[in-house]
């Protein structure tokens, strides 16, 4: 699986962004997909992520509420919605892929906040 993420920016605080990732393969539906995000400075955290049934959605505690992940399996796309940007939001987002042991990972995109 090859992953191209984009959709980062500069976005002043209470602003909305929309990052997408872009999922190359024919098994992209048995994937789980996931963003993380990675503050200078700081370890890779997680953001969220979205099973492949698409049912289930899980989110960090600071995102809550204010971000929402989606999935195209036609498109093989996968989305994150970020709305009410705050300016501790500002990191490198990076889109992950994983099933079983196999883990994938885009190469980044740039989301700064200002306040």
């Known amino acids: 699986v090859q992953l191209q993420a984009c959709g980062g920016g500069l976005a002043q605080a209470g602003g909305s962004l929309r990052l997408f990732c872009a999922a190359s393969?024919?098994?992209?539906?048995?994937?789980?997909m996931a963003w993380f995000r990675q503050a200078p400075g700081k370890e890779r955290e997680f953001v969220a992520a979205?099973?492949?049934?698409?049912?289930?959605?899980p989110y960090a505690n600071s995102v809550k509420g204010r971000f929402t992940i989606s999935r195209d399996y036609v498109k093989n796309m996968v989305y994150l919605q970020m709305n009410s940007l705050k300016p501790e939001d500002t990191a490198i987002y990076y889109c992950?892929?994983?099933?079983?042991?196999?883990?994938?990972w885009g190469q980044g995109t740039q989301v700064t906040v200002s306040s």
């Open positions: 393969g024919r098994t992209f539906s048995d994937y789980t």
């Open positions: 992950n892929a994983a099933l079983g042991t196999r883990t994938y």
């Open positions: 979205i099973y492949r049934s698409g049912g289930s959605t």
